[in-house]
Structure formats: C-alpha cells, structure tokens
C-alpha cells in the first residue's frame, strides 16, 4: 500500500518536474517571509545554499507521495529527527506554528502550480491534496492541524494575512537568491513567483505587476507538447541543478 492512493491527483501534480517547479518558485518567495526562517539561518545551509535548500523540502515531499506507507512514514520520521537535532543544538525548540506554514504553504503551491499549468481542480481533488499533507502533519504530531480543507482555507488565510513579515532575512535571502540563479534567471524566478504566489506574498515582496512571463508559458506548453521542453529548461536553469530537476520528473 502507498501513502499516496496511485489514482490520487496529488501523484500527477508532484509527478512532473514542471509543476514542481513552480511550486519551488512560490516556495522561495514565502520561506523569505516566514516568522522562523532565523532557523534556518541557525544550520547555516538555507544562507549557503538556498536554492538547494528548497529543493531538499520538495525533494522529501515526493519522495513522501509515492513511497509505500511505511517507507513514507520512515521519511516522515527523518525529517522530524533533523529538526529535533536542531532544536537541540540551539537549546529551543521550533514552533509548531513554523511547522504549519510549510505545510499550507505546500498544500497551497501544490494547487496553484497545476493549476497554472495545466487546469482547475475540482473541491474534491483540492481535498485530496489536504488530506495527503494532514496525514504527514499527524504524523509529526503537530498541533493546530486544520480537521477540514474548509478549515484548512481559514488557516491559510489567516497566515497569509497575519502570520508571514518582512525581516532583515528577506532582503537576504533574496540576494542570495541572485548571487546562486545569476541575473537571467533571478529575473525569471521572480517573475514565476509573481505568477505562483497568493496577492498578499506578491504585496509583501513587491513583486513586479508586469507578467511577460506568461507569454513565455504559453510557448514552454507548447513546447511540451512537440517534447522540446528540455530545451528551455536547460535555458532557465542552473547546470548544476538540471539532474535534479530530471530525477524529480520521474514517477516513482
């Protein structure tokens, strides 16, 4: 038995490297704003290597969707452990509310992302999407869990409007961001993030009103559909990235 049912549209949205993303581009817009992005600060590799960072966070949600049950579990349980690790060498502990808003914020991504590239979802399958992230939020005993997607959008409302800020972590981050991507291709994690993100992260940043990133999208769909899209991603990518991106485009 698999964590993720195979028929679930949660597999199809984090089983194509596209989709994921542009959950990273939206991802990598709000950990800048997270109350406790000091902690990863704290370990030193967010400042190192942001972008391998994120690509650690989505890297363990796939592997989480389409493992079997107790393998899932066993990663569940790893990440968990990291963070113990951290709380102790820092003598405190992480808020369970920091917890929360990485896992709205990859319930939230996951939908915006598909939707943006390929359709709307129905409620229900909005719901699957949820309940898949629920079941790792029990599973880390985290306290606060939305019971419902209906309670989960008062949540996530509630965080986007009151729980995100910006600090002396942002500009940063952000920097850091330009200095790994190069100028090119910061421009285009910013302008994906302005096509990802929820209007309270896009206000908060700053970001850009001009999309001229979505004629772009219309062109990669069309490219994916002759199969050239190899071609733009080499394009938009850092080298060092693009086995990465290959290994998260695989269905395992």
Known sequence: MYFTAEN????????K???????????????????????????????????????????????????????????IDQITAIHKSVEANRGAQIPDEAYLEVLYMLIDYSIRAFELLERKLTRTEKGEVFDVFLRVGKRMQLKGLASSYEQYLADRDKQLRFDLCYSQFTPDL?????????????????QAQLLVAP???????????????????????FFRLIRLENVLKRAILPPAYISQIRQLDIAE
């Not at 800048?32 to 967010?46: I, M, P």
């Not at 992260?201 to 999309?211: D, E, F, G, T």
Request: proline content about 3%.
């Open 8 to 15: 679930s549209i949660v597999r199809q949205i984090w089983g």
């Open 17 to 75: 490297a596209d989709t994921i993303l542009f959950i990273f581009a939206g991802a990598s817009a709000e950990f800048t704003l997270n109350r406790a992005v000091d902690w990863l600060y704290f370990t030193g590799r967010l400042p190192a290597d942001p972008l391998g960072r994120l690509f650690s966070t989505v890297g363990y949600s796939k592997k989480i969707i389409f493992s079997e049950y107790d393998t899932a579990l066993h990663y």
């Open 174 to 190: 952000f920097k850091r961001y330009k200095q790994h991507l190069g100028n090119i291709r910061y421009a285009v994690l910013r």
């Open 199 to 221: 209007q309270e992260i896009s206000q908060k940043l700053k970001l850009a009103r001009v999309q001229w990133l979505r004629p772009v999208l219309w062109i990669y769909k």
